[in-house]
């Protein structure tokens, strides 16, 4: 199993508008392929300056990877991403157990 963790914060001065098309293409992220568990949180410790997380699972790295080099993935990543993220942190897991 992975589990696929991006912690974002987004850029200052971003309409709600903007942000609010920036969540619902986060959302459709779901409906790729093999994506689990998927959920979008946000942060509410005052211990850093990220905002939000992303958070989903794969059973295999197999599908991890189709899912990064999906067409919906990368046009989200090239449409949303770019135009509204400031500052993310990637994290990837495997279970130790």
Known sequence: MIRHS???KLKSGISAEDKQAFFDAVDKLAFIPDV???EVLKQ???KN???YG???EFDMQE???SYSNHPEHVAFVQHFWLKNVEDFLEIDYNLLN
Do not use: G, N, P, R
Request: hydrophobic residues 45%.
């Open 6 to 8: 991006v912690i974002l």
């Open 36 to 38: 689990q568990k998927f």
């Open 44 to 46: 509410i410790s005052s």
């Open 49 to 51: 300056t990220f905002e």
């Open 54 to 56: 992303i958070s989903m």
């Open 63 to 65: 599908q991890y990877d």
